[in-house]
């Protein structure tokens, strides 16, 4: 008997169409946090052209780090306040219905023992998941953050992030790019310091350095010294010393198309004092160029406050003042350092970098000036 046949046999074969890939939505949300030594801060943004609109923030002082230096370990106290303050951007979060995010952890929780057991607490106590970063990537998203800074007149460029634990320097060549596509070359570095082959000139990372001394590590080593111009002379002076082991350190660079970005609490603060805001404006912070005798006389006038003048001066802040003069103190280190009399203030860094990132690799964000 023969076998039947099948209903349907001889039949052309029905094509089966793989699903077109979903575009992305122009509409979407982003959050970015960045927990810190020192603070925890946090950006809920939509992407507006070839940059993006800030919806919410969060930004507070947790001192996560404190006593990090002493015991290697993250403190109870330290935890509680930091976790209090994920409840609230969890929050945040959830009232914005946003799905699309980056939440990391950096210095502190890179050097604690016991950080995996805090990730796990912050997941268990708040739902958020953080992604404990290297300090090349983070101070990738630093240099990423600051693209809309950069001169198209600028051919040799220094990215300097002064953080709570550590701090990160980038050198980048951008001499080959052409001027309009300089800024552009920079914000490509979110695929990586060395991005595979592109069609378009890339800037080349000269060198990169983190330093794992930020205002709260570098201001717990000397604590003990108790004059305040002698503390902060020391804390110059081994900042300095830290920076033996970055290349372009070795050798005089032109002055000529050399710009240095600072992107840190240090640097706004010095801009803010700089201009006698009594109360904190980014809109005239943000891109603010400082020469360096202005800054220098900024900082001159911080010593001469001394520790009790500082508490009480509206434009360092409460939260600032503790920590402004190992900043200043990095600072003043830098410029002594590479040749500029300029300095460009960012009030930006890694949080934007986050979010461009996240945003460029969605393919939302549209091509042309910043």
């Not at 094509?15 to 509409?27: N, Q, R, Y």
């Not at 943004?45 to 919806?55: D, L, M």
């Not at 983070?138 to 600028?154: F, G, H, M, N, Q």
Request: hydrophobic residues 40%.
């Amino acid at each position: 008997m023969a076998p039947k046949r099948p209903t349907g046999a001889g039949a052309f074969p029905k094509a089966v169409e793989s699903p077109a890939p979903a575009l992305p939505d122009p509409d979407a949300l982003y959050a970015a946090l960045d927990l810190g030594t020192n603070s925890c801060r946090m950006l809920i943004a939509q992407p507006k052209g070839s940059g993006f609109h800030v919806v919410d923030s969060f930004s507070k002082s947790v001192q996560l780090g404190s006593g990090l230096e002493r015991t290697g370990r993250l403190s109870r106290a330290s935890m509680a306040r930091t976790i209090q303050a994920l409840r609230i951007c969890q929050q945040k979060i959830k009232r914005n219905k946003v799905w699309r995010m980056r939440l990391v952890a950096t210095e502190a929780c890179r050097r604690a023992k016991n950080a995996r057991e805090f990730i796990r607490q912050v997941k268990r106590e708040t739902g958020l998941t953080l992604e404990i970063i290297q300090p090349e990537e983070e101070a990738r998203l630093a240099v990423i953050s600051c693209a809309p800074l950069v001169s198209t007149k600028t051919e040799q460029l220094l990215v300097v992030d002064i953080g709570g634990g550590s701090t990160e320097l980038v050198w980048i060549d951008i001499s080959s790019v052409p001027r309009r596509d300089r800024p552009a070359a920079i914000m490509r570095l979110h695929a990586g310091f060395h991005p595979p082959e592109s069609p378009f000139p890339a800037a080349k990372v000269v060198d990169w350095i983190s330093v794992p001394l930020g205002v709260a590590t570098l201001r717990d080593q000397f604590a003990d010294v108790e004059d305040d111009a002698a503390r902060f002379a020391l804390m110059s002076w081994f900042f300095e010393e830290n920076l033996a082991e970055f290349t372009p350190y070795q050798a005089m660079q032109s002055r000529e198309h050399f710009q240095i970005v600072g992107t840190s609490g240090t640097v706004t603060t010095v801009a803010a004092s700089h201009l006698g805001l009594k109360r904190y404006d980014r809109t005239k912070v943000d891109g603010l160029r400082m020469t360096s005798d202005q800054i220098d006389k900024v900082i001159r006038s911080y010593l001469e406050l001394g520790p009790t003048g500082r508490r009480r001066d509206p434009r360092i802040g409460e939260d600032r003042q503790a920590l402004i003069m190992s900043g200043a103190a990095i600072l003043q280190a830098l410029l002594r350092c590479w040749p500029t009399d300029r300095l460009s203030v960012a009030d930006r860094g890694l949080r934007e970098g986050l979010l461009y990132a996240q945003m460029s690799a969605d393919g939302v964000l549209e091509d042309g000036p910043f």
